[in-house]
């Protein structure tokens, strides 16, 4: 794990940009190897003294790679049998994320099974023991806690997917190292206190040596999961700066880096660089690989609902409540509910939401219990995007009747304990 460099302003930072044709692995291989050459192939990246190299690819809830929210396994494959060919020390790692056992999403991703074919150790970030590793000069948080061989490597390769994300806008390598916290309730605690900085604060901790953003099928519209879209782009971008390449995959995906707070936070936080006088892009152009069009995802907590019947109530909720929210409203409600409404709801969502008392509310998630048998609640960290339905459906005709959504998404009435 590489030193941290608080004020890298001075020199260029490198990113290689590579196209893969076709999806293929003759085609990928080819881009990882021209995006690796860029830096003079692995043995000119990694040191001559690093002993264990960690790899942390995203692999989120499991889903296939093709679905543009987890990174293709092949990636992985190519950086182990490089790094076994120099002789060199490599784990991989990750922590799934809240709801999703990392053994599930380690066989669902095909990962489980490389990694024992290959003989290299696959470390569960969110089972093993941990160490608490404080934050330098840290603006949100004092420490951090992470599995402890983390701190054992000497060198780290961070490989994210290009996606959008409902909460950061994109997650790219910068956000990727969020699966590096090893419980739940410290990620949670991030969004609780500002996700942006906290992120930032992370990355101040524990650097990327070395970062590959996987975009051969990215993620577009309502990110991190479904009814996110994949997006074939054939692209794979990387380097040493961990700022810098976010910055390229941002310009790629048509964003304004510095309007992308975790991005724009780390560069002034002096993690590296952001803007294009300062960045070597190698290989492919941003022009050259940027597409047409890239659907953003909602800009503010606030703009998530495409209905104007339906407003919400931002109390800064995990990222993982508002892809359940977001999922259910832009890809499975019924329209015709929304049609034949007669009144307009209010959906408070993340702890610090609070009632106005407008009687036209729904309070979803564990962190808002202290509204059970108040509002019609929703239980569940996050509830199921189905789990939703029917409390909404009600609130648009105008029944705000306390009622609660049971963890097995059946609805319960308090006053008698019975379902409806």
Excluded at 65 to 86: A, D, R, Y
Excluded at 214 to 236: C, D, H, N, S, T
Excluded at 319 to 336: E, V
Aim: glycine share 10%; aromatic share 6%.
């Amino acid at each position: 794990m590489g030193p941290i460099d608080q004020n890298n302003r001075g020199g260029i930072s490198r990113v290689s940009v590579t196209r893969a044709s076709r999806p293929d692995k003759k085609q990928i291989k080819e881009a990882f190897e021209r995006l690796l050459g860029a830096f003079g192939g692995i043995r000119k990246i990694i040191p001559p003294d690093v002993k264990k190299v960690l790899i942390k690819p995203n692999l989120m809830m499991g889903e296939p790679w093709t679905t543009g929210i987890t990174v293709n396994p092949f990636i992985v494959e190519l950086l182990i049998m490089e790094l076994k060919k120099e002789r060199i020390n490599v784990i991989v790692g990750e922590g799934a994320g809240w709801g999703c056992p990392s053994d599930d999403a380690f066989k669902a991703t095909g990962i489980t099974g490389l990694c024992s074919k290959l003989e290299v150790p696959l470390v569960d970030f969110k089972r093993g023991e941990t160490v608490r590793l404080s934050v330098p000069d840290g603006s949100v948080l004092k420490y951090i806690v992470v599995d402890r061989v983390v701190p054992e490597c000497d060198f780290i390769i961070n490989v994210a997917k290009m996606k959008t994300h409902c909460e950061t806008i994109a997650s790219l390598s910068l956000k990727n190292m969020k699966g590096f916290i090893a419980e739940d309730k410290e990620r949670l605690r991030f969004h609780l206190l500002d996700v942006n900085r906290c992120l930032v604060d992370l990355n101040r901790t524990i650097r990327a040596d070395f970062s590959i953003v996987e975009g051969i099928i990215a993620l577009e519209g309502i990110g991190p999961l479904f009814p996110g879209k994949p997006k074939p782009l054939g692209v794979l971008a990387g380097g040493k700066d961990p700022v810098a390449v976010d910055s390229v995959c941002a310009r790629i995906m048509g964003m304004d880096p510095a309007e992308i707070r975790h991005i724009q936070y780390a560069y002034e936080a002096g993690l590296g660089k952001i803007d294009l006088d300062d960045i070597e892009v190698a290989g492919e152009s941003i022009e050259s690989v940027k597409p047409v069009s890239w659907e953003l995802p909602p800009l503010t907590i606030e703009a998530l609902s495409p209905f104007n019947e339906i407003r919400i109530v931002n109390g800064n909720p995990c990222s993982n409540c508002i892809a359940s929210l977001a999922s259910y409203l832009h890809g499975y409600i019924d329209k015709k509910i929304i049609e034949e409404a007669t009144t307009n709801v209010e959906i408070l969502i993340g702890k610090k939401a609070v009632s106005s008392g407008s009687g036209k509310e729904i309070a979803i998630g564990n962190c808002l219990e202290r509204y059970r048998g108040k509002l019609p609640f929703v239980s569940g960290c996050p509830p199921p995007s189905d789990a939703y339905l029917e409390l909404i459906a009600l609130g648009l005709k105008g029944d705000f009747k306390p009622l609660t959504v049971n963890s097995d998404a059946r609805i319960v009435d308090p006053e008698n304990g019975e379902s409806e």
